[in-house]
Each structure stands twice: as structure tokens, then as C-alpha cells.
T-cell receptor, first 113, second 107 residues
């Protein structure tokens, strides 16, 4: 079965702009989690969505938001981009939640200039 | 903050067993111990997880201390393709990744 897909794979934006990233989970998976990975901070949890509801949230400012659709696909939005938002954004899906095995996508590499 | 402590890096020779340690002294009774690894230029991939008993799968074994304050991921016969960053994570509602252990495999 198809794995987790993320689009776009690469993105370049300038400070102040906003960006939307997309994640399609594995068919049948209802939980989608988002992570930010940077060389300095490593992998950091952003939020988790389950059945269209945000179930858990990490310590990120309100500029980072997300949503999940009825087909479990999820989007993540970052508004008013800052240079420090440059990172690899990873999405992971699982059957019921983060306590299950998570399957990660290849990530979206965001560069903010 | 991550609730686990791992060595920053380890080295092993190819085709030898590798024991990757993890300390989690503040583990609660409901926390599962998960291991993921991240190969270069890829997203993390699940390796194994357990609660109290030792676990085996096709990739690795997980040995959990009786008091659950530490665990060890065992790769029985390391190959060059096992070179990666290995993350030990306590998993209740969300995953908090630490810095992990960068495993180098020497040919």
C-alpha cells in the first residue's frame, strides 16, 4: 500500500509570507502528526490530528496551525514566516494515534529567505 | 523536553551486534518505549516498541530493564545500512524526540 506522501517536497518563501503544506496519510490511518526538524533543535512535535480534531499540540507559536479533512488528509499552515522557520517538516500517520507505530513521509524542505 | 537520555554517538563493526542504550528514569506506568531510526535524507522509520517485556521483530530486539528505567535496542548483526540516528522515545500521547544516538558502522 502507498506510504505517506507530502507536497510539495521543496519550497522557498520570503519572510512575512505564509505557506501551506499538505500530507496524505496511509489509507485507513486516522491520526496525522506534524514535526519540525532543524539541525539545532532536532525533531520537534508540532501537533496531532485525529478524526478532524487537534488532539495534541507542541510548544509552537500560534503562527503554526493545521487541520485535518474527513478523508484524513492534513494541511499545516505557517503564517508570517520567519527565517527560523526554515526546516524540514515531517508528517507521520498512524492508525489510532502516536502510541501506535507511526509512518513518516519524506518531508517538505522549507527555506525562508 | 525529551524524557530519555542516549549517548550522542556510537561505533560498531559490520556484522557484529550493537547494543544501543537508553535511560528513561522518569518513565510512568503507561509510557511505551518506542525506537525509531532516521537514515540520511529520510524521514524517521519505526523500529520496535515495548511496554514491559522484551520484544523481538525482524529488525531488532528490545530489552527492557525490570524497573523500566532503561532499555537497550539490540541490532543482532549490523550492516552498513544500519548507519543512522536512533531515537528512543517514551510515548504516551505524543512523541517527544531527543537528540538520539548517531550510529556509525565500520566496514
Amino acid at each position: 500500500k502507498a506510504g505517506v506522501t507530502q507536497t510539495p517536497r521543496y519550497l522557498i518563501k520570503t519572510r512575512g509570507q505564509q505557506v501551506t503544506l499538505s500530507c496524505s496519510p496511509i489509507s485507513g490511518h486516522r491520526s496525522v502528526s506534524w514535526y519540525q526538524q532543524t539541525p539545532g533543535q532536532g525533531l520537534q512535535f508540532l501537533f496531532e490530528y485525529f478524526s478532524e480534531t487537534q488532539r495534541n499540540k507542541g510548544n509552537f507559536p500560534g503562527r503554526f496551525s493545521g487541520r485535518q479533512f474527513s478523508n484524513s488528509r492534513s494541511e499545516m499552515n505557517v503564517s508570517t514566516l520567519e527565517l527560523g522557520d526554515s526546516a524540514l517538516y515531517l508528517c507521520a500517520s498512524s492508525l489510532e494515534g502516536a502510541h501506535n507505530e507511526q509512518f513518516f513521509g519524506p518531508g517538505t524542505r522549507l527555506t525562508v529567505l | 523536553d525529551a524524557k530519555t537520555t542516549q549517548p550522542n554517538s556510537m561505533e560498531s563493526n559490520e556484522e557484529e551486534p550493537v547494543h544501543l542504550p537508553c535511560n528513561h528514569s522518569t518513565i510512568s506506568g503507561t509510557d511505551y518505549i518506542h525506537w525509531y531510526r532516521q537514515l540520511p535524507s529520510q524521514g524517521p522509520e519505526y523500529v520496535i516498541h515495548g511496554l514491559t517485556s522484551n520484544v523481538n521483530n525482524r529488525m531488532a530486539s528490545l530489552a527492557i530493564a525490570e524497573d523500566r528505567k532503561s532499555s537497550t535496542l539490540i541490532l543482532h548483526r549490523a550492516t552498513l545500512r544500519d548507519a543512522a540516528v536512533y531515537y528512543c522515545i517514551l510515548n504516551d500521547d505524543k512523541i517527544i524526540f531527543g537528540k538520539g544516538t548517531r550510529l556509525h558502522i565500520l566496514p
